[in-house]
């Protein structure tokens, strides 16, 4: 018999389709050395009673108690990880006075490594302690402090996506806080890569270096260039703000007369490893040509509601086949749950369908069949972001990372209003869904490594 590194039983969902989420009572997983998971085993299948009898027992095998489950790991597609040190504030204002009077003075700080170890050692442990098993980083300018992010997710064994950010423009960014000229941002970039690239060979779960160009408005056109070349060099992934806000949406308009998407894809920054954050003014166009390119929605609805004032419709989208996934925005969004973010996601599609002026008579109201429900909502936090960033996670099936959260729903101090033993699996699934905290996380595991217990 195969002998697997190892083997988990319990009960799992995991994302069939975006609508449809599978539930998968009492399987076996054995995971392989390289924490793939292998091979998945129903109760009814033949060699289910041999595996169970020659691991039961053993170091190897876990088995979930009563009342626990097993949930995909989420994947962020869109933090900032430097902004974790301004969480939850300065909401109230537009988005270019945030960046401006918040948000640049303190990713200027990020030249100071221990400052940078501080807030990078507490955002990479919070996301984990949260279930975000990948997630997909905007550093600063800093190459220093970006290494290090990349390297604390290495240690911490976090699938770790990390980028340098680029913003050379002087006409839009301060001098205390940008790259020194467009050559540097270029050769700093081109280190970074390098030396990431270097840093994953040590790493089991993997981290990877990203082509980041802040937005249009940061970056010249020889940076915006200079960046699509570099990503096809070393084929790394690529992640930028697209169609954001009114504001920055019309920039690029008079800049180049079209839309972000068009803009970007000119300079080589779309394609099946690019992420775009935002979003919210994607025309049909824009839509069919992420379709194309195989360009990534990251849908990031907490923070959307703050600074675009906008939802954008994400049932159209997946109609035009875009692959989308969900994003924290940390600290555009204040949140750094996905569990909260798919809540979000759920409850502002309903007021964009169901629209919420009620002086207008509800013929007239919001926008018809915008709504989406927690399943999506689910599958844009695990199997979209999964596909988002072309890589093997966000599923509990044959050939994925084994990348899980353990959720115990009946925790004394967070208990889940779970009353009947015999409940349906959908409405746990939805209870948990809705009502998970924190606590409730109670194991996180990467690519075969526990790397978080709530004990
Ligand atoms: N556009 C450019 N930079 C940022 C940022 O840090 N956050 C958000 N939400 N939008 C941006
Ligand atoms: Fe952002």
Known sequence: ??????????????????????????????????????????P??????????????????????????????????????????????????????WLNTYTFPIESKFSDLEFAKNVYEDVVNTLLANGTTTALYFATVHKEASFMLAEICANKGQRGLVGKVVMDNPDQNPDFYRDASTQTALEDTEEFII?????????????????????????TDDALKGLGELAAKYDTHIQSHCSESDWEHGYVQDRFQKNDAFALNDFGLLGDKS????????????????????????????????????????????????????????SGGFSPSLFDNARQAVISSRMLEDGVNTALPASERGVPNSRITINEAFYLATAGGGEGLSLPIGR????????VQTI?????????????????????????MYLVRPENIREVWVQGEKVHSRM
């Open 1 to 42: 018999m195969i002998k697997y590194a190892q083997v988990f039983q319990g009960t799992a969902f995991t994302s069939e389709s975006p609508k449809e989420v599978k539930i998968l009572k009492d399987y076996l997983f054995c995971i392989n050395d390289n924490g793939m998971i292998e091979k998945v085993v129903a």
């Open 44 to 97: 009814e299948d033949a060699d289910y009673p041999v595996l169970l009898n020659s691991y039961e027992g053993a170091e190897n095998f876990h088995h979930l108690a009563e009342g626990q489950y097993f949930l995909p790991g989420f994947v962020d597609l869109h933090v900032h990880a430097p902004q974790w040190a301004q969480s939850g504030t300065a909401l109230d204002i537009p988005l270019y006075d």
């Open 408 to 432: 115990d729903t009946k925790l004394a101090t967070a208990k889940l209003p779970i009353f009947n033993a015999e409940e349906d699996l959908h409405d746990v699934f939805q209870k948990i």
């Open 195 to 219: 030396a990431v690239k270097e840093l994953a060979k040590s790493t089991k779960q993997g981290v990877y270096p990203v082509v980041t160009p802040r937005f249009i408005p940061s970056c």
């Open 275 to 330: 992420v775009m954050a935002h979003c919210n003014f994607l025309d049909d166009d824009d839509a069919h040509l992420f379709a194309e390119t195989g360009t990534a929605v990251c849908h990031c609805p907490i923070s959307n509601a703050y600074f675009a004032n906008s939802v954008i419709p994400i049932a159209h989208l997946h109609a035009k086949g875009v692959e989308i996934g969900l994003g924290s925005d940390i």
């Open 396 to 403: 509990l099936a044959e050939n994925y990372a084994w990348d």
